[in-house]
T-cell receptor, first 116, second 114 residues
Framework: EAGVAQSPRYKIIEKRQSVAFWCNPISGHATLYWYQQILGQGPKLLIQFQNNGVVDDSQLPKDRFSAERLKGVDSTLKIQPAKLEDSAVYLC??????????????FGPGTRLTVL | AQSVTQLGSHVSVSEGALVLLRCNYSSSVPPYLFWYVQYPNQGLQLLLK??????LVKGINGFEAEFKKSETSFHLTKPSAHMSDAAEYFC????????????FGSGTRLQVQP
């Protein structure tokens, strides 16, 4: 079974530029998550999708971050314009569905963003 | 709201020694608790999870954790450390019903000395 795919793996941009990350979850997984992991910290949820609807985006900085999940499969996370403090690893995860006691989140390898 | 505290950002043990990584949680509802491991430049991999079925949970690679409600703890242990166990370990708690996003601790980096 293929895992969660993310691209690109690494990205370096100047501040105020825009950037987009892509995630392809495990086939059949209804729930998709984007986490931000700043160096030395644990991952922090940015947004959670259930199929193509947003379940939780309370911690997403909506003035600069946006995300979509078209057709309930792939997802894109965008930052525009980027700030220095956005330097982090962006992790995508998926699970069969939210709310089940056996629900396990499977993580992709992440995209390491460096903002100069 | 949920939160997790991991005591000790760095833990160093000798190969063959006991591994003990500490995790305390705070939750207003019965929690689901998880331990994930992260190797350099890789995503997180599930080690084990507590879902209220049994308080002692066995995971992969010889790790286990015990849920203690009275102490609000979910410490991770392994009887004998191996060099390949060197990694970053994260404890996490899940949210309320219908919202299973994880709240992570800040992580513990485990070093294994030969």
């Amino acid at each position: 079974e293929a895992g969660v795919a993310q691209s690109p793996r690494y990205k370096i941009i100047e501040k105020r530029q825009s950037v987009a990350f892509w995630c392809n979850p495990i086939s059949g997984h209804a729930t998709l998550y984007w986490y931000q992991q700043i160096l030395g910290q644990g991952p922090k949820l940015l947004i959670q999708f259930q199929n193509n609807g947003v379940v939780d985006d309370s911690q997403l900085p909506k003035d600069r971050f946006s995300a979509e999940r078209l057709k309930g499969v792939d997802s894109t996370l965008k930052i525009q314009p980027a700030k220095l403090e956005d330097s982090a690893v962006y992790l995508c995860a998926s699970s069969v569905q939210a709310g089940g006691s056996t629900d396990t989140q499977y993580f992709g390898p992440g995209t390491r963003l460096t903002v100069l | 709201a949920q939160s997790v505290t991991q005591l000790g950002s760095h833990v160093s043990v000798s190969e063959g020694a006991l591994v003990l990584l500490r995790c305390n949680y705070s939750s207003s509802v019965p929690p689901y608790l998880f331990w994930y491991v992260q190797y350099p430049n890789q995503g997180l991999q599930l080690l084990l999870k507590y879902t209220s079925a049994a308080t002692l949970v066995k995971g992969i690679n010889g790790f286990e954790a015990e849920f203690k409600k009275s102490e609000t703890s979910f410490h991770l242990t392994k009887p004998s450390a191996h060099m390949s166990d060197a990694a970053e370990y994260f404890c996490a708690v899940s949210g309320d019903t219908g919202r299973r996003a994880l709240t992570f601790g800040s992580g513990t980096r485990l070093q294994v000395q030969p």
